[in-house]
């Protein structure tokens, strides 16, 4: 099977299993308790977008350390591209969230500790970007954005896992550690939508992490072509 192939493949596999969640989140779970009306739906697509946000700026860590151990340019690529689906995805889980917010709490901005963290660390990842167009040079440019992506990264885990946990929150806590297990505080079939929502925006990443890559890899070769 051809790359192409399998490209067009994985886009039809996650376009039905996406359109299979959505039917499930909207039409099949059942109603949680202690929610307004159908708010609770909105969990099925806030979660697995905060989830690929974490897993993107995973991704971009790990491409910028590769960046600076081999200087090659297309570790440089991966790293960009990873930090943009996790600034998409960041932005994405925030519009949910603040959604959920105006049915639950009746507004759409409450400076709740897990909406302000997310706040900051979209701030942080718009700056890497910021940093990558305030230098002109290639590879100073690819260094010095490897090099941020290291500070953004440990500040993620605070502002995602720690702050919001610190501080009392209005947000409602889906999971729980019992006697050394974390387990998810919902009924079976709300659990098993939410597993195939975050399996499924997990493959979304994974496609168009690899589609953006292997389109700025096409032009980097088309360009080396045109100058040779």
Same mark, same amino acid.
């Given at each position: ?58 991704? *971009? ?48 901005? *409450? ?25 002109? @040079? ?24 720690? %702050? ?22 919902? @009924? ?29 890899? %096409? ?10």
């Amino acid at each position: 099977m051809t790359e192409r192939t399998w490209q067009k493949s994985l886009k039809w596999l996650l376009g039905f299993w996406l359109a299979g969640v959505t039917a499930a989140a909207l039409l099949w779970a059942p109603a949680a308790a202690g929610f307004q009306g159908h708010s609770f739906r909105i969990v099925f697509f806030h979660v697995p977008q905060a989830w690929v946000a974490v897993l993107a700026f995973c991704v *971009n860590l790990v491409a910028s350390l590769r960046y600076l151990r081999g200087r090659k340019p297309l570790d440089d690529v991966r790293a960009t591209t990873a930090a943009r689906l996790g600034l998409l995805f960041a932005v994405l889980a925030t519009i949910t969230g603040s959604i959920f917010a105006k049915i639950e709490w009746g507004m759409f901005w *409450n400076w709740d500790p897990r909406e302000t963290s997310i706040v900051i660390l979209l701030l942080i990842y718009a700056a890497y970007f910021a940093l990558r167009q305030a230098v002109a @040079d290639e590879e100073r440019r690819a260094a010095l954005a490897a090099a941020y992506a290291i500070f953004a990264f440990v500040t993620m885990p605070f502002l995602i896992f720690v %702050v919001p946990r610190v501080y009392a929150s209005l947000h409602p806590n889906l999971v729980e550690a019992a006697r050394g297990a974390v387990r998810f505080k919902m @009924d079976p079939a709300m659990r098993m939508v939410l597993l195939g929502a975050l399996a499924g925006f997990s493959g979304l990443f994974a496609w168009l992490y690899t589609l953006e890559v292997r389109v700025a890899r %096409v032009m980097a070769a088309r360009r080396a072509k045109e100058e040779a």
